[in-house]
């Protein structure tokens, strides 16, 4: 596994809402995939079947290089809400709860939404977000609660 490296998404928003992952799975399923192909924004997707997840199918999505994980698993009342947006990897990540994520499901090219073990959304995924979404202006308006800037 020393070949590989992770990208900071991967380390600080896919391990933290994933708990459960090993990054040796993620490794797997790009060695030995049962499916793959190029995706747009010069990235890579990897499906394989994961035993120790009861043979659930794992999509794992690399950079060009095949080599940096941006990964992504297959298969409550919002208190924080933090967009965090990775422009490595061009992907944004809405965090809708501190609880880790059970389970993700693609809704779209590109989309996923990660739900918690109670079925409750937890976090949307989205690649190539430069692309899907406006990210040279956010606008807020009549949330409920304090609002706050975090520079990168």
């Given at each position: ?22 990054k040796e ?19 890579y997707r ?48 809405i965090d ?57």
């Amino acid at each position: 596994m020393g070949e590989y490296k992770f990208t900071p998404y991967f380390e600080n928003e896919v391990l933290r809402k994933r708990p459960y992952l090993k990054k040796e799975w993620c490794t797997r399923v790009v060695e030995n995939p049962i499916r793959s192909e190029a995706q747009e924004g010069n990235r890579y997707r990897f499906w394989g079947k994961i035993p120790e997840l009861e043979n659930r199918v794992l999509r794992v999505v690399t950079l060009a290089d095949k080599v940096n994980d941006t990964q992504r698993l297959p298969g409550q009342r919002i208190q924080t809400m933090k967009l965090n947006y990775y422009p490595d990897t061009d992907s944004l990540y809405i965090d809708l709860s501190e609880k880790p994520s059970s389970e993700s499901r693609e809704v779209s090219e590109g989309i996923v939404l990660d739900y918690d073990s109670h079925g409750n959304l937890v976090g949307i995924d989205i690649d190539n977000a430069s692309k899907k979404v406006q990210l040279k202006e956010l606008t807020l308006s009549k949330l409920p609660s304090e609002i706050r800037t975090v520079a990168a």
